[in-house]
């Protein structure tokens, strides 16, 4: 397979093409098994010398993000190059971008790590996002629009997951929390009534090209993903319209190439019905996109793949209905004692079941260990089975 995107070297067929990746963890080892199921040779760069993408890939150059001879070893290497994570730094990809493909560029990459900046770049696009405030010295502090309160303060830059943020609800705590975040840029977020959190990937090609999966309905715990349902089962069909469009839409001001995950708060009829505003946006493959390696004919990782080589993008078709359950390191430790495998066999008696494990030599509380996806011919039938291995795996059946 030699197809590229444009301004990559023409590939004899006496060697496969070589596909590159920024950062270890399961996105990219997901990404990497995607890859050789196509043909391609992976390597990964990655500066922990045990990676769950490491393990996988034909190499792993073992270097900081940043190390000029790891990232020229990286270019030498490899015929495109991709990254798996957003927080990987802007100038790594500058740098590899004056040698080889690199999808998504450095500039988009850079949109998505500082909150700032995405608003602006929602606002830009004509994409309604939460009224909000950016606070970098104490007279935006102070100059804060009481209207905004209640809150949630969050860290311009490297927060996932629910890190680096704080509900606020005066102005005495807004100006607590921002400094036990260490006074650094933050956007304050007006706290809105939620109906339900959604989620649209898109994959746009160098063609310009955009394709995207349906609708994603997610349930957070603690401010990490925990449940993903598709279809989305209460959101109806102009506003999952609005979503995909506005997904669209960011995709393409941005001149965006790859998967792009945009996220939504759909709201509740009090702040206008059917109102959705958009959350924020992951420059990658996505948790809540994990239905698709088993839920659709085409995953998330294989329109990475077709997007960072040049290879036509069809448009994705979801052929079950599908649920996944995050799987966090917390089930391994399902009393006080020492880490325990959970009851697999008894959740993969169960129809429908599709255990994917990321390979991560040690469980820890918060830890992200796997994901389990749930098939069925319809919506009901996955959600029965997803509350039976709910129920067998000790997580919360509300959802």
């Known amino acids: 397979m030699?197809?590229?995107l444009p301004g990559a070297e023409t590939l004899g067929e006496s060697r496969q093409?070589?596909?590159?990746?920024?950062?270890?963890?399961?996105?990219?080892r997901m990404f990497v098994h995607a890859a050789q199921a196509m043909g391609y040779r992976c390597v990964v760069l990655d500066p922990d010398a045990i990676s769950p993408a490491g393990a996988v890939a034909e190499k792993h150059v073992k270097a900081d993000y940043l190390d000029s001879f790891g990232l020229a070893q990286l270019a030498r290497d490899c015929d495109a190059i991709t990254t798996e994570f957003e927080n990987v730094?802007?100038?790594?990809?500058?740098?590899?971008?004056?040698m080889r493909v690199v999808a998504p560029a450095a500039a988009a990459v850079a949109v998505c790590q500082d909150r700032a900046v995405e608003k602006a770049h929602f606002e830009a696009a004509g994409v309604p996002c939460a009224p909000h405030a950016v606070i970098t010295n104490e007279i935006e502090l102070a100059a804060v629009d009481p209207a905004l309160l209640p809150g949630i303060l969050k860290t311009s830059r490297m927060g996932y997951d629910g890190k680096g943020q704080v509900r606020v609800g005066t102005a005495a705590e807004l100006a607590e929390a921002w400094g036990?975040?260490?006074?650094?840029?933050?956007?304050?977020?007006?706290?809105?009534?939620?109906k339900a959190e959604l989620s649209v990937l898109v994959?746009?090609?160098a063609d310009g090209r955009i394709v995207n999966f349906p609708v994603q309905q997610n349930l957070h715990r603690d401010g990490i993903l925990a449940v993903t349902e598709v279809p989305a089962p209460d959101v109806p069909a102009p506003v999952q319209a609005q979503a995909v469009a506005a997904a669209r839409q960011v995709a393409q001001t941005l001149g965006y190439v790859g998967v792009l995950c945009v996220e939504f708060f759909w709201l509740e009829e009090s702040a206008g019905a059917g109102r959705l505003v958009v959350?924020?946006?992951?420059?990658?493959?996505?948790?809540?996109?994990?239905?698709?390696?088993?839920g659709a004919d085409v995953s998330q990782f294989e329109l990475q793949v077709r997007a960072l080589a040049g290879l036509p993008l069809p448009e994705p078709r979801q052929h079950s209905a599908s649920i996944m359950l995050n799987l966090l390191g917390d089930l391994w430790f399902p009393d006080q004692g020492g880490p325990t495998s959970p009851a697999w066999d008894r959740v993969l008696a169960l129809p429908g079941t599709h255990l994917h494990l990321y390979g991560k030599a040690e469980a820890r509380h918060g830890r992200k260990m796997g994901h389990l996806n749930i098939t069925a011919?319809?919506?009901?039938?996955?959600?029965?089975?997803?509350?039976?291995?709910?129920?067998?795996l000790g997580l919360p059946p509300s959802f």
């Open 89 to 98: 730094p802007a100038l790594a990809l500058e740098t590899l971008a004056g």
């Open 377 to 392: 011919s319809t919506p009901a039938a996955a959600r029965a089975v997803a509350m039976q291995a709910a129920a067998l």
């Open 17 to 28: 093409a070589t596909l590159g990746v920024l950062g270890g963890g399961q996105l990219g």
């Open 180 to 194: 036990r975040l260490k006074r650094v840029p933050c956007v304050l977020e007006q706290l809105l009534p939620l």
């Open 203 to 205: 994959a746009r090609g």
């Open 2 to 4: 030699t197809a590229l």
């Open 279 to 294: 959350n924020e946006m992951a420059p990658r493959p996505h948790n809540s996109g994990h239905w698709t390696m088993d």
